[in-house]
């Protein structure tokens, strides 16, 4: 092993019930190296990662670490060799303090000094400039501070390798722009990074080399400054890129000018949200937009009623309507796929034709249960339509990729036939080929007459999608844009405020 290499895998395979998830995969990580891992949802990334820190055993392959033979049995031996790592999903503890999470499972003998964690954590927190005390709950947090003190906490262990997937997802620009920062700092000091993240730009803005997977095989190691964009996104699919080229030509122009599917006015919630009025008409493909904080979820979650509804009117094809709980919304045929996948829009234990049936069974009353074989014909339907790649219908929907479980949350709520489809943040954290076929599936359920706001931190991709787009500010709603007006500089024009040039 060269002596500048810090993380050798060779030949490593993977098999779990029914799939191969890893056939002689090789990874090389140089110490001061910043390393894309990247592939599909499925293409085994995340596999890798798991065989790496113990979290998974591999069939075959072999793992040196500075030139030693390693093979940890625990993500616990793992941290000692120096291996830290932040996973796509948090995984703190919310009922524990920020030092606590912090510093749990890293301390010396059995009693703990609270003033002296209190003390280190407020000194990291400050030094990252990360807004949060140290005893405060970890639950007060947002998602975008829980994710950066993850971060920190992995940063803080002294460690060798450290894993970085997909860190960014919850961060607006600035908090991207610090933790780009403190990963070069890092990368100056000799450690390696491997950083998985569906953002391309982002590879390119800080990686040093790119390895791509696809269907747990290697496709090849590149330097990144050699390897085109667009040629990544095709060794990643597998395929020529016609389909994302030609995504912006199928959006559609059906929008019915009649009256409204939905129209609120001055609608506002318990979360913040100040009063704002809002239409959407069949067929519209419109979208909130704006940074990270701005109230784009916070609006959303109050027209299905997700937060308390604290005033406004509500109308749905130019008749008041009464929303003021979700069950409202939904025999209302209003779906919603919230940004919290994990926390507030799948039921991990359940199975996928358990978490598919769900919104359709609320609707129907759990006093009368479909059939199990009702229930399966739904599940078989919506597998085969959305291309869910699981072993079964009865496989636990935690067990799938977070392309796939988006799917499956997709699938209960097209399952209930909405005439309008709330979508906050569809595709974030997903791959490539499924991001575009989800895009795709929004524009032909406009097509077929559906109404859909939807929500994504890629201003890119609300330009490639909606027809019309509302933009906000400290949660108010600062400007509407359409047409040839939607662009990327006059959406950053209105959220400064100064407007923007036609």
Known sequence: MPN???????????????????????????????????????????????????????????????????SFLSPQEAQVSGIGTVYQEITLCPNLSVAENMFI?????RFVSWREMNRKAGELLANFGIPARPAQHLSACSLAVQQMIAIVRAMDMDCKILILDEPTSSLD??????????????????????????????VYEVSDRITVLRNGELVGAYQA????????????????????????????GSEDGSVPV????????AAGVKPYDFNIKKGEVNGFTGLLGSGRSESVRAIFAADKVTGGAVRMGGEKARIKRPKDAMNRGIGYLPEDRKGDGL??????????????????????????????????????????????????????????????ILARW????????????????????????????????????????FISSEIEEMLRVCSRLIVMKDRNIVGELSGEDMTQSNIMHTIAGGGYTV
């Not at 991207?176 to 993240?197: D, N, S, W, Y």
């Open 225 to 252: 400054d050699k390897l085109p964009q667009v040629e990544l996104v095709s060794k990643m699919m597998g395929k020529e890129l016609d389909d994302v080229a030609n995504l912006k030509n199928l959006r559609s």
């Open 347 to 408: 039921i991990a234990d359940l199975s996928v034709r358990e978490n598919i049936v769900l919104a359709l069974q609320t609707m129907s009353g759990f006093f009368k249960p479909f059939s199990p074989k009702r229930a399966q014909a739904f599940a078989d339907e919506y597998i085969k339509l959305l291309n869910i790649k699981t072993a079964s219908a009865d496989t636990p929907v935690r067990s799938l990729s977070g392309g796939n479980q988006q799917k499956v």
């Open 414 to 453: 097209l399952l209930i036939n909405p005439q309008y489809l709330i979508l906050d943040e569809p595709t974030r954290g997903i791959d490539v080929g499924t991001k575009v076929e989800i895009q795709k599936l929004v524009l032909k359920l406009a097509s077929e007459g559906v109404s859909i706001t």
């Open 262 to 269: 939905f129209e609120a006015e001055k609608l506002s919630s």
């Open 4 to 70: 500048d290499v810090v993380l050798e895998m060779r030949g490593i395979s993977v098999t779990f019930p029914g799939v191969r998830a890893l056939q002689d995969v090789d990874f090389t990580l140089r110490k001061g190296e910043i390393h894309a891992l990247m592939g599909e949802n499925g293409a085994g990334k995340s596999t890798l990662i798991k065989v790496l820190t113990g979290v998974h055993q591999k069939e075959s392959g072999q793992i040196d670490i500075e030139g030693k033979r390693v």
């Open 105 to 109: 499972g890293r301390g010396k003998g």
């Open 173 to 202: 620009e600035d908090e991207v722009q610090k933790l780009f920062a403190l990963m070069r700092e890092l990368k100056g000091r000799g450690v390696g990074i491997i950083f998985i993240t569906h953002f391309l730009d982002q």
